[in-house]
């Protein structure tokens, strides 16, 4: 990378996911969404109870259907 080119910037999602309370939801979650195509990172904050997402591009429906798959479900 030259002193020119910049780092292109990842997206980031954040999604309420209110049924998450202990490591096997985020281990369940954490699995289902790093299968998605071009999902980087994924956090589970269990005292927030919300999933954060990084990553480029993101395919937030599939993201949501993958949180579906583990057995949760995106509040609205």
């Known amino acids: 990378?030259?002193?020119?080119?910049?780092?292109?910037?990842?997206s980031r999602i954040r999604y309420a996911v209110p049924d998450v309370s202990c490591d096997h939801c985020r281990a369940a979650v954490v699995r289902e969404v790093s299968k998605v195509p071009g999902v980087e990172t994924v956090e589970v904050d269990l005292e927030t109870k919300t999933v954060t997402v990084t990553g480029?591009?993101?395919d937030e429906a599939a993201i949501v259907v993958a949180?579906?798959?583990?057995g949760y479900e995106v509040a609205a």
Not at 1 to 10: A, H
């Open 1 to 10: 990378m030259t002193d020119n080119e910049t780092e292109p910037t990842m």
């Open 56 to 58: 480029e591009p993101l």
């Open 67 to 70: 949180i579906d798959d583990a």
